[in-house]
């Protein structure tokens, strides 16, 4: 479902400086016109402190680590600008090997260094007074062009900043209504801190389609567009911006004759969310009578409300992630509690799919700093249900959090990147003691035990998934890990994310295998990544046996309308024509409706 925003006014400022279309991933649908926020230095909170002595050679081994990072950020900018069109690629290169040549034995580097060893300050402080002695002395030489260079060096700055204090842009909570935000990067934990409400799109130089962040945008109904080159570039606060999230583009100062056009497509817009909004109290079957449950992933407990706008059949995965973002400490137990009791007594009586902690690769928790490491693969370390067992405590504490949760309606516990069986074993020990200690204490909890079931996200848990389907009460695919993991692709990574493809015959065959091992057990098995919401892939999973989907709530209205235009049978043979092929691209052609 496409969203569309506006502002108040869709004429351009008088004066305006001539339109710019700048091209990236359109990572979330729809179409969001409103008022530039820049995200840079001035943005930024700039701790200051004094260090000591001792600390001083700790310190610049902190600030080589930042400057190493902005290096390799620019590269990947640098070598993907390279693929934009006429003049474009050669301006932004020069633009990008300027940046650059910033962050190797320049002033700036000098400078702080320098203000490092012989103020005994912190690296971001040090940065900041730098910055500001280099532009003060700029003014004071009276040339424009050197006047006009300390805006790129308060932008190389700024991504110093960001690299060192490692901090979500905490201005995006109160951003005016109507805002469209521009970024170098946005995480995930930067993302839980939009509302829908006053950010109408964003649009970020980084970033892949499939990322963590991509995802959230999707589930939180925000236009978005992510591997803009070149993006922050001449680009102000207060300047009118276009995000398409569809076609991928970012219009700067749209021009009259662009305004008119996106007024037509936003009327359009409006009329599709009208017809789709008549399928809400419709059952979502097929034409032939077969029940498919389409359920909602939950990011973070605002999206309830639109949970409950679509009629979903219930929560099919809680990312409990939103819980460790954006704050010092972990949350404690009863903390948990309160956000798992809203959702839970929100859904009133529909399942709710709880899934323990799956921290690692693109989504970090500042609260998780003292027991989470760098590591030189994320997306291979200890993350997700590693991270869990080896502290249990904070595993208890989260199963405690779900079991009282689940006293107030029905919810299932779902375990991230299971690759093993004595993973699942050691947590249902762990569950069974949490249990016995809770009752033990008169606490009311869930009765009986939730279902606890496994993500099959790794190829090794696909391939062995009667196994699993003996020890587990559930299945849930998790197909963007899965295509991940099976392709060997970094989906945040946008040197690599066009290679990510979900059709590719491999990870077909996993959802397969998968699929057909949770039939021959009896166990219920859903889809909760990024195809479920894909109305393509509809018939596809209706034919593999699958017949619950987990989505966006956004995704939903266009999935159940998918839905009611098929037959199983028609969906049977379709999923036999798919996978007897061996190219992706017969298969992206067989799903074309």
Do not use: W
């Amino acid at each position: 479902m496409s969203r569309i925003e506006t502002t108040r006014s869709t004429d351009p400022p008088t004066g305006a400086r001539a339109e710019r279309v700048i091209t990236g991933l359109g990572v979330s649908p729809g179409l969001a016109l409103g008022s530039a926020h820049v995200s840079d230095l001035a943005a930024l909170s700039v701790p200051e402190y004094g260090i000591a002595t001792s600390q001083i050679s700790t310190e610049l081994d902190r600030f080589d680590a930042a400057v190493g990072l902005s290096r390799h950020q620019l590269s990947k900018l640098k070598d993907k600008s390279a693929a934009l069109h006429g003049p474009a690629a050669e301006e932004v290169g020069y633009l990008l090997d300027a940046h650059l040549a910033m962050l190797t034995h320049s002033r700036l580097i000098r400078g702080v260094v320098a203000r490092i060893q012989g103020q005994a300050i912190n690296a971001e402080a040090a940065v900041r007074i730098e910055i500001e002695a280099i532009a003060e002395s700029f003014a004071l030489m009276g040339d424009a062009y050197l006047a006009a260079r300390i805006d790129d060096i308060r932008v190389v700055g700024s991504r110093l900043i960001r690299n060192l204090t490692k901090t979500p842009f905490t201005a995006i909570g109160k951003l005016p209504e109507g805002t469209v935000l521009l970024a170098d990067e946005l995480t995930p934990a930067d993302t839980a801190l939009m509302d829908p409400a006053r950010v109408a799109g964003f649009a970020t130089a980084l970033g892949g389609a499939e990322s963590h962040t991509a995802i959230m945008a999707r589930s939180l109904g925000i236009p978005a567009v992510l591997g803009c080159v070149g993006l922050l570039q001449g680009v102000g606060h207060g300047d009118v911006v276009l995000v398409n999230g569809s076609a991928g583009t970012v219009t700067i100062n749209p021009s009259p004759a662009t305004l008119a056009h996106y007024e037509a497509e936003r009327l359009v817009a409006q009329r599709e969310k009208r017809q789709l909004d008549l399928l809400r109290q419709l059952p979502s079957v097929t034409r032939d009578g077969v029940a498919v449950d389409l359920q909602v992933n939950i990011e973070l407990p605002r999206e309830l409300a639109q949970a409950i706008e679509v009629a979903a059949a219930g929560i099919g995965l809680v990312r409990t992630e939103f819980l460790f973002m954006n704050r010092e400490n972990p949350p404690s137990e009863d903390e948990q509690v309160e956000a798992l009791t809203l959702l839970v007594r929100g859904m009133a009586g529909a399942p709710v799919t709880i899934r323990t902690l799956d921290i690692g690769g693109d989504k970090l928790a500042y609260s998780l700093r003292g027991i989470t490491a760098d590591s030189p693969n994320p997306a291979l370390g200890l993350r997700a249900i590693r991270l869990s067992l080896k502290y249990r405590p904070l595993l208890e504490t989260q199963l405690a959090a779900i079991l009282r949760a689940g006293a107030e309606g029905p919810v299932r516990i779902l375990l991230p990147m299971i690759s093993s069986l004595s993973e699942v074993r050691d947590t249902r020990t762990v569950l069974l003691a949490t249990a016995e200690r809770l009752k033990a204490a008169g606490v009311r909890i869930a009765d009986p035990l939730p279902p606890l079931g496994i993500m099959i996200e790794v190829p090794g848990a696909a391939l062995a998934a009667d196994a699993f389907a003996a020890e587990c009460d559930f299945f849930a695919l998790g197909t963007n890990d899965l295509t991940q993991y099976t392709l060997a692709i970094d989906r945040g990574d946008d040197q690599v994310a066009h290679l990510y493809n979900t059709l590719h015959p491999a990870v077909l065959r996993l959802i397969q295998f998968s699929a057909e091992a949770a039939v021959r057990a009896g166990i219920p098995i859903s889809v909760c990544g990024e195809i479920a919401g894909d109305p393509r892939f509809t018939p596809l999973l209706l034919g593999l046996g699958i017949r619950t989907l987990s989505m966006t709530p956004a995704s939903l209205p266009r999935v159940k309308q998918r839905l009611r235009m098929l037959s199983l049978a028609e969906a049977t043979r379709l999923a036999g024509q798919v996978m007897a092929q061996s190219d992706e691209r017969r298969i992206a052609s067989l799903l074309e409706y």
